[in-house]
């Protein structure tokens, strides 16, 4: 299993993406880098990225929703009688 860890991280994927990891890691951590936070900033932001989380939530619904009631609606309804009465 090692041996197969290995052969990954080798590769020129594998390389890539470890090395498109550790730049994503290190971009997150200059942006959370904030000397003057205190604990009530921290508490302020955790606060507005719940109210942004709903406010994102409630935007996708509504166009999920108006994207739906656009498309003609279909009958959930299967009848198994044939409407060809061929006789």
């Known amino acids: 299993m090692l041996e197969l860890i290995e052969l990954i991280v080798a590769s020129p994927l594998g390389a890539a993406a470890s090395t498109a990891f550790q730049n994503s890691l290190l971009a997150f951590m200059a942006v959370?880098?904030?000397?003057?936070?205190?604990?009530?900033?921290?508490?302020?932001?955790?606060?507005?990225?719940?109210?942004?989380?709903?406010?994102?939530?409630?935007?996708?619904?509504?166009i999920r929703y108006r994207a739906q009631r656009g498309t003609p609606q279909s009958s959930d309804f299967v009848s198994i009688r044939s409407s060809d009465n061929r006789e």
Request: proline share 0%.
């Open 32 to 62: 959370a880098d904030c000397d003057e936070c205190g604990f009530n900033d921290l508490g302020k932001l955790l606060f507005g990225g719940l109210i942004l989380a709903i406010l994102v939530g409630i935007v996708v619904s509504v």
